[in-house]
């Protein structure tokens, strides 16, 4: 029998070494062997994530290899997610996300939604070219504590204004944070239009949530 | 200060080291033309006077250098096959990509440029603009590069996976990218306008290097020689960070390199500015978008402060394509802060002007 340590740095491996294909069977190794399913996501799959991150971070991975790095997480998770209770894993906030209308390229968006996953959050991706009112109507119905959205075209980022605007007209701007990011994005510009935070990458964008909802990583 | 030279007038000029009347700049409107000239930008996907006519409404107000026929970036994967969504007053977008899966990529084809998609209309408004404004100002034409162009033929994330997985897939979406790119360029050039490559996807912010070498370089190179020998010359703009494919763009026969405000301009130089021009780098949503004229005055002076004596050249321009929504109080200011800066310039007056403005920011406390 292999050893819980040995399956765990495996599970982490094959996400960093974007061992796509092979890595559903060492989660299924790992869960007949009894191991705890969490350990699993967080020490194992979620690990291999944050190395891959640290790579993107240093130049040494870009996006394709972040990409398959994920695809190999999410097949990793859809061994053990199954396994778990519900409220095993997760913090218990909601994040409504999306790419702003105007704009169909959401890699970004993903690359977000990826690390916050993994960070425990629950995200509802409402996908690309979302209109305005969809953030308002996602985080009402959630009960969302954020809400993130993200454009790689300067000739969208005035709807994010509008949908910080549509917030406050329905009454629940002082609910739910609001972070924005992507390509044109800048500091300035969430000062500007009223945003609570800005983040350069999803890396950051996951220090930046931790700290607006008030989770010390 | 009032500019006394026509663009046309003023490249010729500095180009044989003759005296001018100020840098040439492009603040890089793009769509925004349509506030300007007062229509939908919808209508440029039909109307090819309407296309030309914006330009040059645009042009004639604000007195840049350069004037491009460019819509979006998917006009050639749109007359490949691909489907775009077209707002009434908004960019072009992708929708949905030609092919779904690996294998039906031998249904793609060249597109034809007099034929298919929005290809001729902007055909029609490269005549037009010639017609009108060609012996004042160098009229060019934008096109993307056909490594960014395989990509909206087979989806972004699918590109991406296959760039690792599948690789002679890209290579195959590149090559017939190639001819479609191809040809429209060369239907551009007998009209008498100078293609401009956008390649977005080759920025080091999305593949490595490594990547670029081995998918993008070889194709681009082919496509500025293809260029190069239809007797034009060619500006290459890649979005993101650059710095490290800096040393294979310098090996190319390009007439000049625009980047994005993510990279340095003084770096830039370092490494290309023996060989090309150099144009750059007002961050355009930080800062012409989001920033006040005198954020807009401190960017443009530090951009020429950084590039003005580039061996073969600088043009100051924003990092990218300005938001459709940029004022044009902004746009202005960029211009003037060009024609305060003289020609040779002044780089006293630079600095001091530099000065002048962060005292005015402490003072206005920023």
Same mark, same amino acid.
């Given at each position: 029998?292999?050893?819980?340590?040995?399956?765990?740095?495996? %599970?982490?491996?094959?996400?960093?070494?974007?061992?796509?294909?092979?890595? /559903?069977?060492?989660?299924?190794?790992?869960?007949?062997?009894?191991?705890?399913?969490?350990?699993?996501?967080?020490?194992?799959?979620?690990?291999?994530?944050?190395? /891959? /991150?640290? %790579?993107?971070?240093?130049?040494?991975? !870009?996006?394709?290899?972040?990409?398959?790095?994920?695809?190999?997480?999410?097949?990793?998770?859809?061994?053990?997610?199954? %396994? %778990?209770?519900?409220?095993? !894993?997760?913090?218990?906030?909601?994040?409504?996300?999306?790419?702003?209308?105007?704009?169909?390229?959401?890699?970004?968006?993903?690359?977000?939604?990826?690390?916050?996953?993994? /960070?425990?959050?629950?995200? +509802?991706?409402?996908?690309?070219?979302?209109?305005?009112?969809?953030?308002?109507?996602?985080?009402?119905?959630?009960?969302?504590?954020?809400?993130?959205?993200?454009?790689?075209?300067?000739?969208?980022?005035?709807?994010?204004?509008?949908?910080?605007?549509?917030?406050?007209?329905?009454?629940?701007?002082?609910?739910?944070?609001? +972070?924005?990011?992507?390509?044109?994005?800048?500091?300035? !510009?969430?000062?500007?239009?009223?945003?609570?935070?800005?983040?350069?990458?999803?890396?950051?964008?996951?220090?930046?949530?931790?700290?607006?909802?008030?989770?010390?990583? | 200060?009032?500019?006394?030279? #026509?663009?046309?007038? @003023? &490249?010729?000029? =500095?180009?044989?080291?003759?005296?001018?009347?100020?840098?040439?700049?492009?603040?890089?409107?793009?769509?925004?033309?349509? @506030?300007?000239?007062?229509?939908? *930008?919808?209508?440029?996907?039909?109307?090819?006077?309407?296309?030309?006519?914006?330009?040059?409404?645009?042009?004639?107000?604000?007195?840049?250098?350069?004037?491009? =026929?460019?819509?979006?970036?998917?006009?050639?994967?749109?007359?490949? &096959?691909?489907?775009?969504?077209?707002?009434?007053?908004?960019?072009?977008?992708?929708?949905?990509?030609? $092919?779904?899966? *690996?294998?039906?990529?031998?249904?793609?084809?060249?597109?034809?440029?007099?034929?298919?998609? @929005?290809?001729?209309?902007?055909?029609?408004?490269?005549?037009?603009?010639?017609?009108?404004?060609?012996?004042?100002?160098?009229?060019?034409?934008?096109?993307?590069?056909?490594?960014?162009?395989?990509?909206?033929?087979?989806?972004?994330?699918?590109?991406?996976?296959?760039?690792?997985?599948?690789?002679?897939?890209?290579?195959?979406?590149?090559?017939?990218?190639?001819?479609?790119?191809?040809?429209?360029?060369?239907?551009?050039?007998?009209?008498?306008?100078?293609?401009?490559?956008?390649?977005?996807?080759?920025?080091?912010?999305?593949?490595?290097?490594?990547?670029? @070498?081995?998918?993008?370089?070889?194709?681009?190179?082919?496509?500025?020689?293809?260029?190069?020998?239809?007797?034009?010359?060619?500006?290459?703009?890649?979005?993101?960070?650059?710095?490290? =494919?800096?040393?294979?763009?310098?090996?190319?026969?390009?007439?000049?390199?625009? $980047?994005?405000?993510?990279?340095? *301009?003084?770096?830039?130089?370092?490494?290309?500015?023996?060989?090309?021009?150099?144009?750059?780098?007002?961050?355009?949503?930080?800062?012409?978008?989001?920033?006040?004229?005198?954020?807009?005055?401190?960017? #443009?002076?530090?951009? $020429?402060?950084?590039?003005?004596?580039?061996?073969?050249?600088?043009?100051?321009?924003?990092?990218?394509?300005?938001?459709?929504?940029?004022?044009?109080?902004? =746009?202005?200011?960029?211009?003037?802060?060009?024609?305060?800066?003289?020609?040779?310039?002044?780089?006293?007056?630079?600095?001091?002007?530099?000065?002048?403005?962060?005292?005015?920011?402490?003072?206005?406390?920023?």
């Amino acid at each position: 029998m292999t050893s819980k340590d040995e399956l765990l740095s495996e %599970l982490s491996r094959c996400v960093l070494e974007m061992e796509d294909d092979d890595i /559903a069977d060492v989660a299924r190794e790992y869960a007949k062997n009894g191991y705890k399913p969490l350990d699993g996501i967080l020490n194992g799959l979620v690990d291999g994530m944050n190395k /891959a /991150a640290q %790579l993107y971070e240093e130049e040494e991975y !870009f996006i394709p290899e972040l990409l398959i790095c994920s695809d190999a997480m999410y097949n990793g998770l859809d061994v053990l997610r199954p %396994l %778990l209770s519900k409220t095993d !894993f997760g913090n218990g906030h909601k994040i409504v996300i999306g790419v702003v209308q105007g704009d169909t390229h959401d890699i970004g968006k993903n690359l977000v939604k990826i690390m916050l996953e993994s /960070a425990g959050y629950e995200l +509802i991706d409402l996908g690309r070219d979302v209109p305005v009112e969809n953030f308002v109507k996602a985080a009402k119905e959630n009960n969302a504590s954020v809400v993130g959205m993200s454009t790689l075209m300067s000739t969208s980022m005035n709807n994010m204004k509008l949908v910080i605007d549509s917030l406050a007209k329905e009454g629940i701007r002082d609910k739910v944070k609001v +972070i924005i990011g992507g390509g044109p994005i800048s500091k300035s !510009f969430a000062h500007k239009i009223g945003a609570d935070g800005y983040s350069r990458s999803a890396v950051e964008a996951v220090k930046l949530v931790n700290q607006l909802v008030g989770i010390s990583a | 200060m009032l500019d006394t030279m #026509t663009p046309l007038q @003023r &490249g010729t000029a =500095i180009a044989k080291g003759e005296s001018a009347d100020r840098l040439p700049c492009n603040p890089n409107i793009a769509n925004g033309v349509a @506030r300007i000239y007062g229509c939908k *930008i919808s209508e440029f996907n039909t109307d090819a006077k309407t296309l030309a006519k914006a330009q040059i409404a645009s042009y004639r107000k604000f007195g840049y250098d350069s004037i491009r =026929i460019f819509t979006d970036l998917f006009p050639w994967a749109e007359a490949m &096959g691909s489907k775009v969504v077209k707002p009434d007053d908004n960019t072009v977008d992708l929708a949905e990509p030609a $092919i779904k899966n *690996i294998e039906e990529i031998s249904n793609l084809m060249p597109a034809d440029p007099y034929k298919d998609g @929005r290809l001729p209309v902007q055909l029609d408004a490269m005549k037009y603009l010639v017609d009108e404004v060609g012996d004042e100002i160098g009229c060019s034409f934008g096109v993307v590069g056909p490594f960014t162009n395989a990509f909206f033929l087979f989806g972004v994330e699918k590109t991406l996976t296959s760039i690792r997985k599948n690789p002679e897939v890209v290579h195959r979406l590149c090559r017939v990218s190639m001819e479609t790119v191809k040809a429209f360029v060369e239907a551009g050039i007998k009209i008498g306008l100078t293609p401009s490559i956008s390649e977005p996807m080759s920025s080091c912010t999305v593949v490595s290097p490594k990547v670029f @070498r081995e998918f993008s370089l070889p194709y681009l190179k082919e496509l500025v020689d293809f260029i190069n020998s239809k007797g034009k010359g060619v500006i290459i703009h890649i979005c993101g960070q650059t710095n490290k =494919i800096w040393p294979d763009l310098e090996k190319l026969d390009i007439a000049g390199m625009s $980047i994005d405000n993510v990279a340095s *301009i003084a770096e830039c130089k370092k490494i290309m500015g023996h060989k090309t021009k150099i144009l750059g780098n007002v961050d355009p949503g930080g800062i012409m978008y989001s920033g006040s004229p005198l954020d807009v005055r401190l960017k #443009t002076l530090e951009c $020429i402060r950084d590039g003005y004596d580039s061996p073969k050249g600088y043009t100051v321009m924003s990092g990218c394509s300005l938001p459709v929504e940029t004022s044009t109080e902004n =746009i202005k200011e960029m211009l003037d802060t060009v024609r305060d800066a003289e020609y040779p310039v002044n780089i006293n007056k630079v600095e001091s002007m530099i000065a002048d403005c962060k005292k005015k920011m402490n003072q206005e406390d920023y």
